[in-house]
């Protein structure tokens, strides 16, 4: 069922974006593409890494009433509005000022972010606890079919405008993060929410900060080409880049579903024996359903532009190159999920690391001089490089000596 909703507002998310083309118009669309691209960069990296830590620490957690259970969640949301604030602003600075964007649509933005990483972290405790099915409804799905009716009745009765269009999809995040932050009260109860005495946040703050980084840079990582396409292109042309990041996203959707299952599962794995079976299978179907995506977006981008009304002077070597390059990095994100949950996040910050800050300044200087074909081309080689190293990384982790174990051993 939890793979069946998220697939289903996945599609929905896709749906939503060709219809937005059509209702706004290309150079409209781009801006909002860039606009929404900003939320779901910084708003991740206002989760402060609590997303895969939350996972790890609730999979072993029987009672979701119990103490324990309610010092996660209450850490957990803490953590992450003051984050989301801090880099809420500095997301909404980046573009009012180097993406051209309008002051009212950077507030929007500003607004937004907080409310997208306290969704996503509500999910991700949703389920740790066991709730699965009801983080992905409030997560990926109510948010989802507010705005997909907006978009239906803007593009039946009038055309939208590019601001109102924000401030709907601001308000849907409004909507689906408070439902979700009224179930976990309802599942857990209010001490969720409350801070316990004699908690310590800079200590939590030590304990997540290599998740931290991981969750950071695996974000930036996957998301600041189109952040780079809103400073280097504008106009149509950027209407046509936000639409084919619209096309390369259909791969995220199988991929989606299985992590929904994959995360607590491979979390729980890594304390038995008989690990690396089932990270060499969970990689494998990534890569099987990256080669799939890849086929699928060559045969149809063609198609998918046309349905958006927009005209396409984009070439499929572009597209090609921005597919693969994508389908890379979600293969990496699965090997640097099998070494959070092993215990190694340490060793995926510091090969993301490396990998993200050559992008960045490689890529800016490479799209300024060069443009966004050959800016791709340098992003697919260094994502090659780096998703063979974490996978070589991941195929080597070992299980997790529990306490007992070391005892024992002792």
């Not at 118009?25 to 402060?48: D, E, Y």
């Not at 002051?103 to 996503?120: E, G, K, R, Y």
């Not at 984009?314 to 293969?331: D, P, Q, R, T």
Request: glycine content about 8%; proline content about 2%; cysteine-free.
């Amino acid at each position: 069922m939890p793979i069946g909703i998220n697939f289903v507002s996945v599609t929905l998310a896709f749906a939503a974006r060709v219809i937005m083309a059509r209702v706004l118009g290309p150079a409209s669309f781009g801006t909002f593409a860039v606009w929404q691209n900003n939320i779901q960069l910084f708003g991740t990296l206002g989760t402060v890494g609590k997303i895969n830590h939350v996972i790890r620490e609730t999979s072993r957690i029987e009672d979701p009433r119990s103490q324990l259970a309610m010092g996660v969640a209450s850490i957990a949301v803490m953590l992450t509005v003051t984050g989301a604030l801090f880099f809420g602003a500095g997301g909404a600075i980046i573009f009012l000022t180097m993406q051209d964007g309008q002051p009212n649509s950077a507030w929007l933005q500003f607004a937004a972010t907080p409310l997208f990483a306290l969704l996503t972290v509500l999910s991700a405790i949703h389920r740790g606890l066991g709730s699965l099915v009801f983080g992905v409804i409030f997560d990926r799905l109510i948010s989802q079919i507010l705005f997909l009716a907006f978009l239906l009745a803007a593009f039946g009765a009038w055309r939208a405008e590019l601001l109102a269009t924000m401030t709907v999809f601001t308000l849907t995040l409004a909507v689906a993060a408070v439902a979700s932050l009224f179930y976990l009260i309802k599942n857990t109860g209010v001490e969720a929410l409350k801070l316990k005495k004699g908690v310590n946040l800079l200590q939590d703050w030590r304990n997540v900060l290599p998740f931290f980084l991981v969750n950071a840079l695996f974000v930036i990582n996957a998301r600041y080409l189109l952040s780079y396409a809103g400073i280097f292109v504008d106009g149509d042309v950027l209407g046509q880049v936000g639409l084919i990041f619209t096309v390369v996203a259909m791969m995220v959707i199988p991929i989606s579903s299985l992590e929904l299952v994959a995360a607590p599962y491979l979390a729980t794995k890594m304390q038995e024996e008989g690990a690396r079976r089932a990270i060499i299978n969970y990689l494998a179907v990534i890569t099987a359903i990256v080669a799939a995506g890849l086929i699928v977006i060559s045969l149809a981008y063609p198609l998918i532009f046309e349905l958006a009304a927009i005209e396409r002077t984009i070439s499929l070597h572009l597209v090609l190159l921005l597919s693969a390059a994508f389908g890379f990095s979600l293969i990496a994100n699965g090997g640097l999920s099998v070494l959070q949950f092993a215990g190694r996040e340490h060793a995926a910050a510091k090969l993301l690391g490396i990998a993200t800050t050559a992008k960045l300044i490689v890529g800016y200087l490479v799209g300024k001089m060069y443009g966004l074909v050959t800016l791709f081309g340098v992003d697919l080689a260094i994502t090659i490089v780096f998703a063979t190293a974490v996978i070589s990384k991941a195929l080597t982790v070992r299980r997790r000596p529990e306490a007992g174990d070391r005892q024992s051993t002792s």
